[in-house]
């Protein structure tokens, strides 16, 4: 397992579980084309590519390429990289038949290539031994979560630190610890509190 500072962007939940076991790092699922008309997930995308810079692994097909390529060209900026799976044959355990051009996707590529598409395109582990320290239960002991004002609560800590209104908690943790720690996080919530006390 090595742990990447950078977000990586993938085209499927599948492709996502894969990265999981050999990958420490923010995994973010277009949900294929579905990031075409999702506002919500293009402006995280954009967050992390102007922050920690983000990685784009789709599929070496025709599909894949247009994924990548529209989101290249949405954000029109930022820390871009560019992993490419090589193209090999055959068809996913899970599907009962391949895909259109016969290519594995992320999901079926073989751990170790994966690795070494990462190390081809200058992409290496961490030094950050620091474990991540913003939990579920983080949120809901600052008032982020299970209480009447959550929610409100949650979309003014997200405005403030420009990121997008709707974000899942999970999502939301993930983001968080790139961004502060816990400690941090205390702070601004109890100055955002304050604030709307002293109107």
């Given at each position: 397992m090595i742990k990447?500072?950078?977000?990586?962007?993938?085209?499927?939940?599948?492709?996502?579980?894969k990265l999981s076991s050999i990958v420490d790092a923010v995994i973010i699922v277009t949900n294929g084309f579905g990031i075409f008309k999702d506002r919500e997930k293009l402006e995280l995308i954009r967050y992390y590519a102007n922050t920690t810079g983000i990685i784009i692994l789709t599929d070496s097909d025709s599909a894949g390429r247009k994924i990548r390529g529209y989101i290249k060209?949405?954000?029109n900026g930022g820390d871009i990289i560019n992993v490419y799976i090589?193209?090999?044959?055959?068809?996913?355990?899970?599907?009962?038949?391949?895909?259109?051009?016969?290519k594995l996707g992320v999901e079926g590529?073989?751990?170790?290539?994966?690795?070494?598409?990462?190390?081809?395109?200058?992409?290496?582990?961490?030094?950050?031994?620091?474990?991540?320290?913003?939990?579920?239960?983080?949120l809901y002991e600052l008032g982020l979560s299970g209480g009447t004002d959550s929610r409100i609560?949650?979309?003014?800590?997200?405005?403030?630190?420009g990121l997008p209104k709707l974000m899942s908690a999970s999502a939301l943790i993930e983001v968080l610890n790139t961004m502060l720690d816990s400690k941090e996080l205390t702070a601004r919530i109890n100055m955002l509190k304050e604030e709307k006390n002293g109107i």
């Open positions: 990447i500072d950078k977000a990586i962007i993938v085209e499927g939940k599948y492709d996502k579980i060209g949405a954000l090589p193209d090999i044959f055959g068809k996913e355990k899970r599907k009962d038949k391949p895909s259109a051009e016969g590529v073989n751990s170790r290539i994966l690795l070494e598409a990462f190390e081809k395109s200058g992409i290496t582990a961490s030094e950050s031994n620091s474990e991540p320290d913003i939990t579920k239960l983080t609560l949650r979309e003014r800590l997200q405005a403030s630190l």
